[in-house]
């Protein structure tokens, strides 16, 4: 069964703080694909990152980064020295050859960035 | 601009009536998806399509029903047998393939009174 966990529901914090958000995965697959997904107040998702489970490097773009861990069955996402446009919900998502292209979302990390 | 568009962003109906959410999208990708997104929960599939004039359900298909016709449209009916068809709806379009990734519309807001 394919299944995704962010177990924050909501996180605050101030301005020009560092905040990680967790994602935490269940697959049978042996080769999956990791996503990240923004969704602003206006509701529209937007992508920030793709990752395959055979590449455990971890990336950083600009104030974003992110780590997989595949021992952990992890994908955190950690957004360094935080703004107010940061604010919004976040998801994790998970499919696989195997899912019939199918996207299996977390619930969702809904981050408040305090000015 | 390339990209998905849904309409309206807000619809409101009386309970009973059917109601069809439009997504056209001119990114050119052969696969398209509808998910609803209730408060507090993550994105559920309604429907998807790898291609044009073929579609399958998804985890929520009951009460709903798809077209697909043509490549750039995928419109969405909620039916007067959905129990709660209040929610967001979100439309998203990508090339066939699990590794990559969705593209998505602003959603609409439907409210049904």
């Known amino acids: 069964a394919q299944k995704v966990t962010q177990a924050q529901t909501e996180i605050s914090v101030v301005e020009k703080e560092d905040v990680t958000l967790d994602c935490v995965y269940e697959t049978r697959d042996t080769t999956y694909y990791l996503f990240w997904y923004k969704q602003p107040p206006s509701g529209e998702l937007v992508f920030l990152i793709r990752r395959n489970s055979f590449d455990e490097q971890n990336e950083i773009s600009g104030r974003y980064s992110w780590n997989f861990q595949k021992s952990t069955s992890s994908f955190n996402f950690t957004i360094t020295a935080s703004q107010v446009v940061d604010s919004a919900v976040y998801f994790c998502a998970l499919s696989g050859p195997n899912t019939g292209n199918q996207f299996y979302f977390g619930t969702g990390t809904s981050l408040t960035v305090i000015p | 601009d390339g990209g998905i568009t849904q309409s309206p962003k807000y619809l409101f109906r009386k309970e009973g009536q059917n109601v069809t959410l439009s997504c056209e999208q001119n990114?050119?990708?052969?696969?398209m998806y509808w998910y609803r997104q209730d408060p507090g929960q993550g994105l559920r599939l309604i429907y998807y399509?790898?291609?044009?004039?073929?579609?399958q359900k998804g985890d929520i298909a009951e009460g709903y029903s798809v077209s697909r016709e043509k490549k750039e449209s995928f419109p969405l009916t909620v039916t007067s047998a959905q129990k709660n068809p209040t929610a967001f709806y979100l439309c998203?379009?990508?090339?066939?393939?699990?590794?990559?990734?969705?593209?998505f519309g602003p959603g609409t807001r439907l409210t049904v009174l």
């Open positions: 990114l050119n990708h052969d696969a």
């Open positions: 998203a379009s990508s090339v066939p393939g699990s590794h990559n990734e969705q593209f």
């Open positions: 399509s790898q291609i044009v004039n073929d579609f």
